[in-house]
Structures are given as C-alpha cells and as structure tokens.
C-alpha cells in the first residue's frame, strides 16, 4: 500500500477512536477506545478493566478493517460471541474505509455495540 494511503488510514482510525472515546478523564480510566494498524488489517477495540480484577486491563476487540491488496477495497468484520470474525452483512466492502467506519457507528444490527 502506498505511504500516504497509510498515513490516511492511520488518521481516520485515530480521529474515528477519539470520537468514540468519553470525554471525561476518569471514565477513561473504566472505558476507552483504541486500534491497532498492522498496515493491511486495522483492529478496533475497547479497553476496560477486567470485572472481578480491576489492575487487568483487557483490550477487547469489536470491528476489524482489512485491506484488500487485489480488490482495492476494504472489508469489514465483526467479532461473535464465539470469538471467530465473520464478515458484516450488506454492508461489508467499499473502496473507502470512512463508509465502513460509519457503518460501525450506525450499527443496525448491534454488531458492535450492543
């Protein structure tokens, strides 16, 4: 992938975490947001605390990005209750990655909020 097609994805990732994540510091300190980037495949998690160990801090993943070298297209994941990701319905592929981030953020099907 290109360097500035990198650095664009990294930018609507960071912008698209730090929308999600609460204003107030303390609550961040019980619940916040974040991504990994491994330059193909983008992971978007929160990050808690574990609920009967307070000191654990738990990263757990919600929607995963990845990049399609052959298509030129993005395709987006959500993550079941078994653990597997399965690829998001209808809307699951766009040449740009805004419109499956917006997608997170409407979540009809309480894929990734719920």
Known sequence: MENNLISMIELQLRNFTNDLRPIDEDIRKELDFGFSWDGQTALLFEIRSKWNSPDDILHVHFAKLKYSKLRKSWKL?????????????????????NELLDEIIRDPYGCFFS
């Open 77 to 97: 994941y959500w993550k079941r209750a078994s653990g597997k990701w399965e690829l998001y319905g209808s809307r699951s592929e766009s040449k740009n990655p």
